[in-house]
């Protein structure tokens, strides 16, 4: 339970709160927590998805953070007030340069609860229309098409490792698709 909180710092995207709390056991302690909006990610198929082997449209983007790129699928933070699908959409045609019919939620996951209140809303896009992607002045990506097969492979190996998009695309595997 919160008994306090102080507000240590706030940027363009988190702010940083030490918050005093009650632990189950009645003791009490600090902690630090990034507050996050809350964010939006999308794996977008390209094919029928009970197809022999789905095209899946994953981005290879820049990541200051771990010192290059990264395999994801499309994912956005949510603007003050969004609907994680209204988020979800815009990320698609933004950074995927596409839009989508049909828009299934999958689950939403919290990324890192040790210290922070970040929760991605995960989703599956099918329908798909090529578009022009609107990237951010910081956003450095490039679209590829990939079967399936080839991007579970590619998890297993340790090639993709970005977390929502292993949960995303695992979990359209394995709940969606029944693999």
Do not use: N
């Amino acid at each position: 339970m919160q008994l306090a909180s102080r507000r240590i710092y706030t940027g363009r995207v988190v702010r940083l709160d030490i918050d005093t709390v009650q632990f189950p056991d009645g003791s009490t302690g600090e902690l630090e927590l990034i507050r996050h909006p809350g964010a939006a990610a999308v794996v977008p198929c390209a094919s029928d998805p009970r197809g022999e082997d789905p095209i899946l449209l994953l981005i290879k983007q820049y990541r200051y953070a771990t010192g290059g790129p990264l395999w994801e699928v499309p994912a956005g933070t949510l603007a003050p007030g969004e609907d994680p699908e209204t988020c979800a959409r815009r990320e698609l045609g933004e950074e995927a340069g596409v839009s989508a019919t049909e828009l299934v939620r999958l689950t939403s996951i919290w990324t890192t609860p040790g210290f922070t209140d970040e929760v991605i809303h995960l989703y599956l896009a099918t329908g798909l229309t090529a578009g022009t992607p609107a990237r951010e002045r910081d956003e450095f990506i490039e679209v590829e098409p990939h079967p399936l097969s080839r991007v579970l492979t590619r998890i297993r190996d340790g090639e993709i490792r970005d977390a929502k998009t292993i949960v995303a695309i695992l979990y359209m595997a394995g709940f969606i698709l029944g693999l």
